[in-house]
């Protein structure tokens, strides 16, 4: 039997784990950010990858940015196979990204409709024949919007916490509220409390405090009256008035999402009624829905694995994984 040898610590030292930042990040290479005028606002875009390849289009959620709500997933190390085959381009919302100054008095902000509109002034901006929808929150409705007015300018959707329906009544009221106290410049700890459930839900609200606290300080950086303006936009939306026809000959003319579809919710988001009510609504041959175990509101914040697995094969059910773009060196 082999002897046991007694080995002295002679010292340990700790050391304290990196802190989350949203600082810029190496790997996160940005070849251009440009502000793109259009009849309902500047839209600022910030560009990651090589142009020259296939196109993915980025929106965000109320209260985040391109920035907050896409950089940790996007530089995420299993990410960076993928994104060496495509070009993302990152779309704010007027007056939304970083370091914004405050919109003019006499600005009107455009509606869920328009800012699809917006939308597609950026992809003719930059010449984009197809993209690939990736958005989260109002961002995914805003896709979503912009799929139903431009079908042939959109290969596939990517939606996290998407809703196809108007605002409830719970929902109306506290946004309303959130939006008087932002419009007077402040951001109170009423309004603070909201968006961290509406990002993440109770159960990640109380126990993923590193995340918590990281995404604490990035709201005092939020422009208030500028993200009220947003809030009332998303607030006021319409229904998208999306249906299930399962008749093949009624469906040539039913309003409905015609391209391939991925819906992402996690089992303890806030929003999950609203994704499962949206997924009954859309066309069961073209729509895949998955629930993330383990994850509250921000799957690409609380689960980056997960959801780059689920990303990568819904990529390759496209077809993209023909031309072997996910191969690891």
């Known amino acids: 039997m082999e002897k046991l040898t007694d080995i002295e610590l002679i010292s340990i030292e700790a050391t304290d784990p990196k802190p989350r930042s949203f600082a810029n990040d190496a790997t996160a290479i940005l070849i251009q950010e440009d502000d793109i005028e259009t009849?309902?606002?500047?839209?600022?875009?910030?560009?990651?990858?090589?142009?020259?390849?296939?196109a993915i289009l980025t929106f965000h959620d109320i209260g985040l940015n391109h920035v907050t709500c896409f950089q940790g997933f996007f530089s995420f190390s299993e990410m960076q196979p993928i994104l060496r085959h495509f070009c993302v381009y990152h779309v704010n919302a007027p007056g939304q990204e970083?370091?914004?100054?405050?919109?003019?008095?006499?600005?009107?902000y455009p509606t869920m409709d328009q800012l699809a509109e917006a939308v597609h002034h950026v992809v003719e901006h930059y010449g984009l024949k197809s993209i690939i929808g990736f958005g989260v929150g109002a961002g995914a409705n805003i896709l979503t919007r912009y799929e139903l007015a431009h079908h042939d300018h959109v290969d596939s959707l990517v939606l996290v916490n998407p809703t196809a329906g108007q605002a409830g009544w719970i929902e109306w009221g506290y946004q309303k509220?959130?939006?008087?106290?932002?419009?007077?410049?402040?951001?109170?700890?009423?309004?603070?409390?909201?968006?961290?459930?509406?990002?993440?839900?109770?159960?990640?609200?109380?126990?993923?405090?590193?995340?918590?606290t990281t995404y604490q300080e990035t709201i005092k950086c939020v422009n208030a009256q500028n993200l009220?303006?947003?809030?009332e936009s998303y607030l006021k939306r319409t229904d998208l008035g999306i249906v299930r026809e399962m008749d093949p000959m009624r469906r040539v003319s039913a309003r409905?999402?015609?391209?391939?579809?991925?819906?992402?919710v996690g089992d303890d988001s806030p929003h999950i009624d609203q994704v499962v009510d949206m997924n009954g609504r859309m066309l069961p041959e073209e729509t895949d829905l998955m629930k993330i175990a383990d994850c509250g509101g921000m799957p690409l914040e609380e689960q980056p694995g997960k959801m780059c697995e689920a990303f990568r094969l819904f990529l390759q059910g496209m077809g993209?994984?023909?031309?072997?773009?996910?191969?690891k060196i």
Request: proline share 4%.
């Open 256 to 264: 409905t999402i015609r391209c391939r579809s991925l819906l992402l």
């Open 177 to 212: 509220m959130n939006s008087w106290y932002l419009f007077s410049g402040q951001m109170t700890n009423f309004t603070e409390e909201y968006l961290l459930w509406h990002w993440f839900g109770k159960k990640t609200r109380w126990e993923n405090h590193d995340l918590i």
């Open 320 to 327: 993209y994984g023909q031309c072997q773009v996910f191969v």
């Open 39 to 54: 009849p309902y606002g500047n839209m600022h875009v910030a560009i990651q990858g090589d142009r020259s390849k296939p």
């Open 228 to 231: 009220a303006l947003f809030i």
């Open 98 to 108: 970083e370091g914004a100054l405050h919109l003019k008095p006499e600005f009107v």
